[in-house]
């Protein structure tokens, strides 16, 4: 169990393997690095694998404010590059895959390859993001 400061939050990590290339998992929205735990352990022989907690989800950081997804993105970015990842294999599902989209505009260099689950590139609406927040406290509120 890994925590890295970045982007002024601290991001809680999980990390198996040692290969030579990196597999970044990003979770959805209301969910954490534990949707990934399958995958990491069928590919944790062939490579590094990281699972981390988006800002206010899981064992993150639960800021005031910050969860635009501009933030999310930054913190994406910011874990990367502390970690020395270098180009990464990006698999985002749903709030994940809307991070590895805007990482793939802003820094295709941080990017080997980029897989989307269940995502769209559709802006977000304010009520929408209004909603979410509503959710992401109750969910904190009650527990995973």
């Known amino acids: 169990m890994a925590k890295i400061k ?3 939050v601290e991001l809680y990590y999980h990390e198996v393997g040692t290969g030579k290339e990196t597999l970044l998992f990003s979770h959805g929205y209301l969910m954490n690095h534990t949707m990934f735990e399958q995958q990491m352990a069928a590919f944790k022989d062939r490579f590094r694998c990281i699972a981390f907690d988006h800002r206010g989800h899981g064992r993150s950081e639960v800021p005031k404010s910050g969860y635009e997804m501009d933030n999310l993105v930054l913190d994406a970015i910011c874990l990367i590059e502390a970690l020395e990842l270098g180009p990464v294999h990006f698999i985002g599902m749903s709030t ?3 991070v590895g989209m805007r990482m793939a505009f802003r820094r295709p260099d941080l990017l080997q390859s980029l897989v989307l689950m269940n995502t769209s590139a559709e802006a977000e609406s304010a009520k929408s993001l209004k909603q979410y927040n509503r959710l992401l406290g ?3 509120y009650i527990g995973y």
Do not use: E, H, S, Y
Request: aromatic residues 12%; without cysteine; hydrophobic residues 45%.
């Open 138 to 140: 109750i969910l904190k």
């Open 96 to 98: 994940g895959g809307f």
């Open 6 to 8: 970045v982007n002024q």
